[in-house]
């Protein structure tokens, strides 16, 4: 029991750490590279893959794994691609935030699909992201329509995504490294498709990537392979709800830093808001914890 919770642990640092600088590339990809969401998706994913069977030479394509595994695919693809897109529009505070009500939607789905009750206390702390993310949001002073359209989208998938994951753990037993493995290699084959059907987008995305969008491509490829193992490994130790907010709360030094970068300036009520949003994810990941060690004490 404690070699499972420690390797929860590490792979749980390693996500925060990976997806912290992952998503200030990405915001830098966004801004330099806008319009081309599907050539960069492509450029990470192709790099992740090599590193992938790089570091795993026995990794094997089944079909009959693969055909099961689309929905988790599609989902994901989804999540990577509206990502991106919100990035586009979105500051990464703002966006942040966003993500941090994804524990909202996934309970939900978790007790419709899983039959998975939440206590009062946790429902409490969800109640406390919510209205966090509602003070931000309406004084929000980057307000872009677009963006959080995006960002609802990126929400959705992202919810559903993790509970979809769940349910394909326990059934295939596939390991972390061949979830990323399937992932990668049919959402590559998607995006491919992407960049074929609008090959004209090619020649001007050349022109417009600098070579120091390169360096940052190049990075992003191996940030994507840390972010993919290590958040399957984590993944297969916690429950979705309980992931998606140990994600949401290792945003906090990626919101700071980007304000440092891009001199972003909150209002009074917008860090109120954000605060009050994290608190909240903060509150209900103890409140998970502590339920699970109610119920492990009870058996």
């Given amino acids: 029991m404690t070699?499972?919770?420690?390797?929860?642990?590490?792979?749980?640092?390693i996500f925060a750490a990976s997806s912290i600088v992952m998503i200030l590339i990405n915001k830098e990809l966004?801004?330099?590279?806008?319009?081309?969401?599907?050539?960069?998706?492509?450029?990470?994913?192709?790099g992740t893959l090599a590193l992938l069977k790089w570091t795993k030479r026995d990794l094997t394509f089944s079909s009959d794994v693969a055909v099961q595994w689309l929905p988790c695919v599609a989902l994901f693809t989804t999540n990577i691609a509206t990502s991106m897109l919100a990035l586009s529009y979105l500051s990464v505070p703002t966006f942040t935030v966003f993500r941090n009500t994804q524990p909202i939607l996934a309970t939900v789905l978790d007790f419709v699909l899983r039959q998975e009750v939440t206590d009062i206390r946790s429902i409490g702390c969800l109640i406390?992201?919510?209205?966090?993310?509602?003070?931000?949001?309406?004084?929000?002073?980057?307000?872009?329509l677009s963006g959080y359209v995006w960002a609802m989208i990126?929400?959705?998938?992202?919810?559903?995504?993790?509970?979809?994951?769940?349910?394909?753990?326990?059934?295939?037993?596939?390991?972390?490294?061949?979830?990323?493995?399937?992932?990668?290699?049919l959402s590559t084959y998607l995006l491919i498709l992407t960049v074929l059907y609008r090959h004209q987008s090619l020649v001007s995305f050349f022109e417009d990537c600098t070579p120091e969008l390169w360096f940052f491509l190049v990075m992003s490829s191996a940030g994507g392979f840390c972010v993919s193992v290590s958040g399957f490994m984590a993944q297969e130790s916690l429950s979705p709800t309980s992931w998606l907010t140990v994600n949401n709360l290792s945003k906090i030094?990626?919101?700071?830093?980007?304000?440092?970068?891009?001199?972003?300036?909150?209002?009074?009520?917008?860090?109120?808001?954000?605060?009050?949003?994290?608190?909240?994810?903060?509150?209900?990941?103890?409140?998970?914890?502590?339920?699970?060690?109610?119920?492990?004490?009870?058996?």
């Fill in 128 to 144: 406390m992201i919510l209205v966090g993310a509602f003070i931000y949001a309406f004084n929000d002073l980057y307000f872009h």
């Fill in 30 to 46: 966004a801004r330099g590279l806008m319009g081309y969401a599907h050539i960069i998706l492509l450029i990470q994913n192709s």
């Fill in 253 to 299: 030094p990626a919101i700071v830093l980007s304000c440092y970068i891009w001199d972003v300036q909150l209002g009074t009520m917008e860090i109120i808001g954000m605060v009050t949003s994290i608190l909240g994810g903060y509150l209900y990941s103890l409140s998970k914890q502590r339920a699970k060690v109610e119920t492990t004490s009870q058996v």
């Fill in 154 to 185: 990126h929400v959705i998938s992202m919810s559903l995504y993790s509970v979809a994951v769940k349910y394909k753990i326990n059934s295939l037993k596939l390991e972390a490294y061949e979830m990323s493995w399937y992932n990668n290699l």
């Fill in 3 to 13: 070699w499972i919770m420690g390797k929860a642990a590490q792979a749980a640092a």
